[in-house]
Structures are given as C-alpha cells and as structure tokens.
C-alpha cells in the first residue's frame, strides 16, 4: 500500500518550541510512542510531524515519521496560521490543549488532547492572559473537535458536565509512565537509611507548592530530612512565594527544571520518597515514574490521583501540614511496612505505558482496533473508599 492510500495523522507539532512540563512530556514521549508503534508493528498509517524550522526533534528517536518543517510565524500565530495550511486533507492531532480554529471548521477531522481545566479550577495560579485565551477556545474545542483525547476518566466527567453533548465524541487516553515502560528495581534499602524528600513539578499554587514547602520546612528542622524541589515557574504561572526560612536552606533546595531523563532517573533512584501532594490533577507523570525507581510516593488522596495510582501510593490529605509529614516519614522510615507497597508499584508502574496510550490514540483516531488489550487496573472506587476511611 503506497502511503498516499494510506490514512494520515498530521501531527500539531507547537508544544517543540514550548519549556518542557507535563503537557509537553506527554506530547514529545506519545509522539515517539506513535511513531514506534507504526514502525514495530507495521500498522497502516502515515504519520507527518508538522514544526516550526527550529524545532528540535532528535530526542523523539524517530524512524517513520515524516517531519515537516513550516516558518512564517511562530508560536500560537503558527499554529493558528501556518499549521492549518500544511494539514493537506489529514487528520490533525493537537496534543497541547489548543488546535487552529481554521481546522476545526475545515473539512478534515481534528483531534485535540485537553490534558487538563485547572485553569479554570485554580484561576490564582495562572496569568490573566492564559486563562483568558483558554477559556475562549475551550467552547470551540468542545463543538468543533472531531475527537476530544483526555487523560483520564475524572477528567472526561468534568469536560463532559460543561457540555454533556461532547461524551460522546471524548476517549480516555491515561498517560504512561518512564519511557518505553521500563521497571528499573532497586537494590535493598538499609533500615535506618532516610534518604531525601522529593518533589517533581511546576512550583505552582494548583500542585500545592506552599504545602510541600510547610512540610519540606518541618522535616528539616525536626528531624533532619532533606526535601529537593525539581522544577520551575513559567510566563503563565501566577508568581508564588518560595523564601525558604535561613536556618533551613541547606536542607530545603530548588534544584529547577531537569529535562535530562537520566539525572531525572537518579533523582527518583535515591530518593527516600516522592512527595506530590497536588491540589488538582488530570494524570501525572511524576508518580508513576518514581514507581519505576521503586522510590516510595505519598499523593494527595483526590480522584484523579487514586484513578491514577490505585493501591500503589501512600495518600494524604493535601490541607494537613501535620498529615502530610506523618506519612512522609513512614514512608522513609519504615521499610518493612512500605516494602509491600514497592512491590505494588512495580507492577503498577508496568502497565502505564506510552504504547497503550498510542494504541489507543490510534484506535480514536483511525478505527483501527486496538491490537493489544490494556489490562484492567485495579478497581479505583474501592481504593478511594479505603483512602478516605483511613484519612478520616
């Protein structure tokens, strides 16, 4: 079969030329994820990457993708403006919240992830400009997109309660975890080790960034534990208060954004245990990925966090202080009672993949059938009930 019979998926390729967070990180492993599921198991599409003339791809590890590089503008004006006109009759994938509006109205189909509305839940922890321009395009996306991908099922029931008429047309795409679903065990843990807190996100008021600091003070001066905090602020992130009290700075250290994947891996490999106490979420990447590490990981018991991590985490009430450092330090101090948990988290870890969610984006894309069944995870709603009794 040439590739001109074959269906096309052009792929929005803005988020190269955006700072590296979580919707970009989903966007640049889902695209190699793509691109491999195409080459490894010959599946009857074509995929075309289409970028501004700076974007780096190298890291995408590309085999089949044809990659299209398109000036004349930059940022939302290309996407807005440039894009449209290299789509050529595919369908276009939009993997970062926003599509042109003159595809949405075009002939050919449009699919677009909206990865999360925590602008609209947390509108003090975004600028004004961003929550203005999502908020207008959000209405377009919702009656315009011929597919809508999200992340997760807490997600689609708060898309699908601002227009009931969407759920039909919003698939369920949970995001995977380390790159290629690796698993990497660590060696015993001695009983008196501590190791370091870890944080991994945006230094955001939505991820609780004030909460992780309380506690990040608390355990430094109590008992000597230090916290590091990976990440950064951004044009579109309301400024936050991040002094850290004198006394503790050599404990409590702002390290800033890692994109290398192998220092992040080292990171997670010698952590006592992730802290990740967010306030809202869609389906995050740090947790899984420190599962990966077998590095123990305390989240905040919300619902997208227990549909996200199951019976694999510790959870916590994210407005306690006090709970909050109760169970960081068991989770870094009790071994035998979290070794169980570890185990829980290897497996779980195991069957996030970046494959499953290119199959089935794929699937929502093109009708092609899903070659390989995602395996049923646990059960969430009971995880949840069992959470909520023991923080209460």
């Not at 290897?346 to 969610?357: F, G, I, N, S």
């Not at 646990?378 to 009794?389: G, M, Q, S, Y």
């Amino acid at each position: 079969m040439s590739l001109r019979a074959l269906p096309e998926i052009v792929i929005n390729g803005r988020f190269l030329m955006q700072p590296v967070t979580g919707v970009q990180r989903v966007a640049r492993e889902l695209v190699r994820a793509l691109d491999h599921l195409v080459t490894d198991e010959a599946r009857p599409v074509h995929l075309r990457l289409v970028c501004e003339p700076g974007a780096d791809v190298s890291d995408l590890d590309l085999q089949v993708t044809t990659v299209e590089r398109a000036g004349g503008a930059s940022g939302h004006l290309w996407e807005q403006t440039v894009l449209p006109r290299r789509v050529h009759g595919g369908h276009l994938l939009c993997l970062g919240n926003t599509a042109p509006l003159a595809a949405l109205y075009a002939a050919h189909p449009t699919t677009v992830m909206i990865h999360d509305l925590s602008y609209r839940q947390f509108p003090g922890a975004y600028r004004l400009h961003y929550r203005i321009g999502h908020r207008m395009m959000l209405p377009f996306l919702l009656r315009r997109a011929h597919t809508i991908l999200t992340v997760s099922e807490t997600e689609k029931a708060v898309l699908g309660n601002l227009r009931p008429t969407a759920l039909r047309k919003i698939r369920v795409t949970p995001n995977g975890g380390w790159r290629d679903g690796q698993v990497q065990r660590r060696g015993p843990v001695p009983a008196e080790s501590s190791g370091y807190v870890l944080y991994v996100g945006s230094l955001s008021r939505r991820k609780n960034i004030h909460g992780v600091l309380a506690v990040a003070v608390r355990l430094a001066r109590e008992d000597g534990i230090a916290t590091l905090l990976v990440g950064g602020t951004s044009d579109i992130l309301s400024p936050i208060a991040s002094a850290v009290p004198q006394d503790v700075r050599h404990l409590v250290r702002f390290i800033g954004p890692v994109t290398d994947l192998d220092e992040l891996a080292d990171l997670y490999r010698n952590a006592g245990c992730l802290l990740f106490p967010s306030l809202y979420e869609a389906s995050p990447l740090p947790p899984i990925e420190a599962m990966s590490f077998g590095c123990p990981v305390v989240v905040s018991a919300i619902p997208s966090m227990t549909e996200r991590c199951a019976a694999a985490a510790l959870y916590c009430d994210p407005d306690d202080a006090d709970g909050m450092a109760r169970v960081v330090r068991r989770a870094i101090r009790d071994r035998a009672w979290i070794a169980e948990r570890i185990e829980r988290a290897y497996r779980h870890a195991a069957r996030l993949t970046w494959h499953e969610q290119a199959e089935r984006v794929i699937a929502a894309l093109t009708g092609q059938p899903i070659v390989r069944q995602t395996r049923q995870l646990e059960k969430t709603l009971p995880v949840r009930e069992r959470i909520l009794a023991h923080l209460h």
